[in-house]
């Protein structure tokens, strides 16, 4: 699986859009990359995936550059209770979810 | 449903103890695994299972043990508790063709 790398802590203001970068250079052709999120030490919540094209769900919005060495995870509007750890995992679809969490980004927001 | 049932929230044991970690899970997946958190860190995997009756070992699988004799149960087994194994654990679920796997709201282990 691709390794990632992401910046350990992020500040966003209440309402305003948080984009947080994921850099994942190593990633290889049939590796998706997929966002989780911990809030507050409650187990992590699945937010989305894509593989190549950009994304967008009830919760977020993911942007993957062309070639497909970074990604951003969008929140078009934060809010107090988006303040989690986000995680950036990349890794094969299909086969099992054995990868292993890394250190993520901790996002605060604040009103 | 449910989604992934652990229990218990909370445990203390002293060292040498022995205790079972429950995991439930009502979705009908084929994988489940257990996850370790220590304190500021990411989350490490411990076991894995395929279905029932299989089951692999990830990074951390010293001083644990696990069985899956049903697809909906996957206990975690502490033999002989130290210190070390003082963490967050979490119980998780996926289909066996999907990456979206569902948590536990997990088990807050000390031992002491």
């Known amino acids: 699986d691709a390794k990632t790398t992401q910046p350990p802590s992020m500040d966003c203001a209440e309402g305003r859009a948080a984009n947080l970068p994921c850099n994942h250079s190593t990633i290889s052709g049939n590796e998706y990359v997929y966002w989780y999120r911990q809030i507050h030490s409650q187990g992590p919540q699945y937010i989305i995936h ?3 094209n950009n994304e967008t769900n009830e919760m977020a919005s993911l942007i993957i550059t062309e070639d497909r060495k970074s990604s951003t995870l969008i929140l078009p509007h934060a809010t107090l ?17 054995k990868t292993i969490f890394g250190a993520g980004t901790r996002l605060f927001v604040k009103a | 449903n449910a989604g992934v049932t652990q229990t218990p929230k909370f445990r203390i044991l002293k060292i040498g103890q022995s205790m079972t970690l429950q995991c439930a899970q009502d979705m009908n997946h084929n994988y489940m695994y257990w996850y370790r958190q220590d304190p500021g860190m990411g989350l490490k995997l411990i076991y894995y299972s395929v279905g029932a009756g299989i089951t692999d070992k990830g990074e951390v699988p010293n001083g644990y043990n696990v069985s899956r004799s049903t697809t909906e149960d996957f206990p975690l087994r502490l033999e002989l508790a130290a210190p070390s194994q003082t963490s967050v654990y979490f119980c998780a679920s996926s289909h066996d063709r999907e990456i979206e796997a569902f948590f536990g709201q997990g088990t807050r282990l000390t031992v002491v």
């Not at chain 1, 209770?81 to 679809?93: E, G, L, N, Q, S």
């Open chain 1, 50 to 52: 894509g593989l190549k």
């Open chain 1, 81 to 97: 209770r988006d303040t989690a750890v986000y995680y950036c995992i990349v890794r094969v679809r299909g086969g099992g979810f």
